[in-house]
């Protein structure tokens, strides 16, 4: 391969991984017509058909015959999948039963006008999202479409022909077909079959002949088809080039910038860009920029679909604050490298002005002026029933404080009057009303600047009670007071807006601050769930639900608060496989209460969060975009917590490995020296020189018993060992005298050096335990009294009742455990430095163990009397049944 | 009667060490540390050490070279440890032979008298004997039964090493440092192969006995039957 035919590797790589994702799906074939009538039904029919004869499984998912004999010959012998019949409002409507046809899959299913829109409750609202999850599934899908539905080319069929179009397909879906196939006719043609009755039967025919099929329109629209074939096949090739390393242009330095807004025109803005973005194959960026200026509810919504638009055509959107249009245009442009931005023409001078500094600020960027019509009548009076205009935004309570004010600066100006004269008391005036600038709105500042100049020329001016001046200085004073008042409305209004975008601003930071800054203390999932509601609760005032996924990898109804409904679940599952938002404000069950969200992190999901949003009013962009950063900061910190526990498990996983070879040492190393003893002593005994020393055969003898001892007490201490650790142990419970139980203890270690007292402080102690087990921590205990201490030392046993406890002690004189050490003479395979050979360090958890299973407590400390060690074991007091008290 | 010094923290091992060594004629002095061990060893001039390796106040290996730096009394070292690694540190650091616990008590009698027979003066001469095999150092001659065998210079090496240790375990280390010289001791492959060698030459004139035993991870020994 030379150098320069070296293809580029992340085009490859890009080129590669988009035939990766097509892999497993299912080929997608388009029929394309110039409008219908063309014969595209017919066509994909006769071409399910072949594939019939083939031996290819077909079905019939929709097919629109419209009546024509010809069509409805074609369906004899396809597999028909029944539709769907869903009510709405009492009327019975039929829709793909998508569902039915993930279930069969069929090689090839035949969906009909791929541009129509579901019924409402159907799981999508378009057609064509069902056909994505039916190829998703690996399902080839045969589908029609008219060119007018291609988002892209809509508005230009609607200039052509006037005809409103509403229902359209984004254009990526034209780029995912594998195929498409273009229906061509000549417009006489179609002429001749419309009035033929071929296309439409009865008098719609008629109508249709009227409004769309004239011949004019046919041409523009058969050239629009044939053009948007002939590019999709070009892009095709250069795909197919870039893989088949033959040097193509490929232009990878070129973005584009549109600028967005609620303006309706806005979307005329957006297919523009996409288109050429589209044949220059570049990325393109659109961007929003609030000012702060506040939209009515129709602009507000305008502006959301405009900004889904863009994301549907495949842009990414952004959207920022910033009260200078201009300037964040020209910082976005910076920081994405933009090359071209594509504007509308404005129609306002003040835009115009926006436009010159543009212009002027951006000098390495193309900028390209996209004409547009005028507002028509109907949509001007729209937009301007502003219910939020400059004067009502508040209400009328500002323009109450406002008189309320003048009121009282009228008193006092009446009282001052005479001291001061009718000027000065202007002055007060003009005052007053830059007060009122500081503390309202545009509205409320006229207000009170209109109403201070006639009621200090009514009441002040000579001639007083009248509203025409005499002096010229008067009528300058008078001008100057309007003039400050508008001044003033106007600088106050500007403060205001921005004081708004800040605190917004703010309230924004604030809250994903604090969330982040609550979201580091949080110590499991819930706490983190529990976080993020009450943070959503306090921006959005929504509840919402959040749905973990389990040790099985998949979710349960089972929220952090409370189940959800069955429909709730079908809804987080569908977006849990999906990965994508579904429910309420997206296209996918839109007719449900909430909006589904899942946690995602690199490369995998976490869970679903479900979104009750308060009031039936879509979230603005920032609004969106807050929820958004919230999801994705509550994923990121469930993350991190996963990945904490995996490393605690890691570090268990450790920690028993450890403990397993320690137990593995000191066992070996405890069962050895006993067995070395008794194969010494067993060969030793062999020995022919060894027969004739009697009194040695007596020693080794009692070695061998002794060794044997000892290792059946490492075995019976590692068993119970195991059965404590394990959960494993039942209590073999029964009433029992605690002196006898220490008494039998006692008397097993009579051989034994040391003496060992039994004192019983309270009497009759009766306990209701596991005797076996009881009786093995006790002599665990004395052991280790015995072990640690010197020979014939005195060991004491107390057993007395204190506040309902049973406490049986074992007190020795021995030399005592070091302070530091107390805290880990209960862990497992602990041995306090130096002590005397025989034990794994498993004597005293095993006491622990035992109490514990028995709710009581064990305590080991050094005594306070004497020198030496002290045990408490402490166990819950019961009163024994009357029969044995009474014994 | 010889003496022998006990180190070892187990009084049952001690005890036991005490009643089958007596019957042997052997004097037993006992200690349970190494503290102790190390001031009997000063004291009572045993003729030879049984060590345990884990005492409770130092590890068994410090105190081998301890008692290295001004006696060659013979270390047996008794060890609960599978470890080669100690092992092979114990010989390294001076220990003459090693017994893993659990052992049986003729066994340790050989092993003591092996070790007492080294102490009992080196054998002089350029003559060595081990059974059947013999060695003339400077004829550079080796018989076994009286038949001569022809062996290469690094086999012969080899063999005198072996010898001269007879019935004690020789350390990969101490093989390779006195054949090929300090710069070699990690080379333990070289050794293999020439052991092979060797092995199989003196097997042919013995019919089916060994005449040298591996010791897996730690070395060789030449066998002795006497």
Known sequence: ???????????????????????????????????????????????????????????????????????????????????????????????????????????IILIDELAHSNAPGSRHNKRYQDVLEILDAGISVYSTLNVQHIESRADIVQQITGIQIRETVPDSLWDLADQVELIDISPQELIKRLKEGKVYLGDKAARAEENFFKEAYLIALREISLRLTAEKVDHDLQGHLSVRQIV????????????????????????????????????????????????????????????????????????????????????????????????????????????????????????????????????????????????????????FYSLYFLIIVTLISLFLNQYIGYRAVGLIYLMSVIVVGFRSTLGPILFASISGVLIWDYLFIPPLFAFHILEVEDRMMCLAFVFVGILSGFLARKTKTKERLLILREKKTNALFNLLKDFSTAMNSKALCELTENSIQNLFGAQIKILLKDAKGTITRKSISGNISEKEFALALWSFDNKKNAGWSTQTLSQSRCLSI???????????????????????????????????????????????????????????????????????????????????????????????????????????????????????????????????????????????????????????????????????????????????????????????????????????????????????????????????????????????????????????????????????GNRIDHQGAEFTIELPWVKPPIKLGED | MRKILVIDDEASIRKLLRVSLEANDYQIIEAENAQIGIQKVIEERPEIILLDLGLPDKNGLVVIKEIRQWSTTPIIVLTVLDSDHDKIEALDGGADDYITKPFSIPELLVRIRVALRHTSGQEKGSILKCGQLEMDLAAHIVKIDNHIIKLTVTEFDILKVLIRYKGRVVTHRIILNEVWGPNSVEHIHYLRVYLGNLRKKLKVETTDEELISTEAGVGYRLIDKD
């Open chain 1, 248 to 399: 193509s242009p490929w232009n990878t330095n070129e973005r584009l910038m549109v600028a967005v807004s609620h303006s309706p025109h806005s979307t005329k803005l957006i297919r523009a860009a996409r288109r050429m973005a589209f044949s220059l194959e570049a990325p393109w960026i659109a961007v929003h920029i609030d000012n702060g200026e506040r939209l009515n509810q129709f602009d507000q919504s305008t502006l959301f679909q405009n900004i889904n638009l863009a994301r549907e055509l495949g842009a990414e959107v952004l959207s920022l604050y910033d009260s200078d249009v201009v300037s964040a245009l020209n910082r976005v442009a910076l920081e994405k490298n933009v090359t071209q931005i594509i504007l509308g023409r404005p129609e306002r001078r003040t835009f115009r002005v926006l436009l010159d500094r543009l212009i002027q600020n951006t000098h390495f960027v193309d900028i390209h002026i996209i004409r547009q019509e005028k507002d028509s009548a109907d949509l001007k009076k729209k937009r301007k029933s502003n219910p939020t205009s400059v004067f009502l935004g508040d209400g009328p309570v500002p323009y």
């Open chain 1, 598 to 860: 899942p946690l995602i992190v690199p490369n995998r999901i976490l869970g679903i969060l479900l979104f009750y949003p308060d009031m039936k009013k879509i979230l603005n962009l920032e609004e969106e975009n807050l929820l958004n950063s919230i999801c994705l900061q509550l994923s990121n910190a469930l993350e991190h917590l996963l990945l904490q526990d995996q490393n605690k498990d890691i570090q268990l996983l450790e920690e028993s490995e450890k403990l397993h070879q320690t137990l593995l040492n000191s066992v070996s190393h405890e069962m050895r020296i006993p067995l070395t003893s008794i194969l010494g002593s067993v060969s030793a005994l062999q020995d022919e020189k060894i027969q004739s020393f009697p009194d040695k055969i007596k020693i080794l003898n009692q070695e061998l018993v002794n060794s044997s001892q000892r290792l059946n007490r490492v075995i019976e201490n590692l068993l119970d060992m195991n059965r404590l650790s394990s959960g494993l142990l039942t209590l073999k419970k029964e009433w029992i005298d605690v002196y006898d139980l220490a008494q039998s203890v006692i008397s097993q270690l009579k051989i034994k050096k040391n003496k060992i007292l039994l004192v019983e402080k309270t009497v009759k102690l009766y306990l209701n335990c596991d005797e076996r087990l009881l009786e093995h921590a006790l002599m665990n205990l004395l052991l280790n009294a015995i072990a640690y201490s010197d020979e014939k030392s005195l060991i004491k046993v107390e057993l007395e009742l204190i506040h309902e406890k049973i406490n049986i002690r074992v007190k020795d004189e021995g030399k005592g455990i070091p302070e530091d050490k107390l805290g880990l003479i209960f862990d497992k395979f602990y041995r306090l430095p130096g002590s005397p050979t025989g034990g794994i360090g498993l004597g005293l958890s095993i006491v622990k163990g035992i109490v514990e299973a028995h709710n009581g407590k064990v305590f080991g």
């Open chain 1, 1 to 107: 391969m030379n150098e320069l035919t070296r293809l580029d590797p992340d085009k490859l790589l890009a080129r590669l991984n988009q035939e990766e994702i097509k892999k497993g799906k299912g080929a997608f074939r388009i029929f394309l017509g110039m409008c219908p009538g063309v014969g595209k039904t017919y066509a994909m029919l006769g071409a399910a058909l072949e594939q019939h004869k083939l031996g290819k499984q077909v079905s019939i998912g929709v097919v629109e015959t419209h009546g024509r004999i010809e069509t409805v010959k074609l369906l004899e012998g396809l597999t028909i999948i029944p539709q769907k019949k869903i009510t709405y409002r009492e009327t019975q409507l039929q829709e793909l039963d998508i569902d039915k046809i993930l279930e069969l899959k069929p090689d």
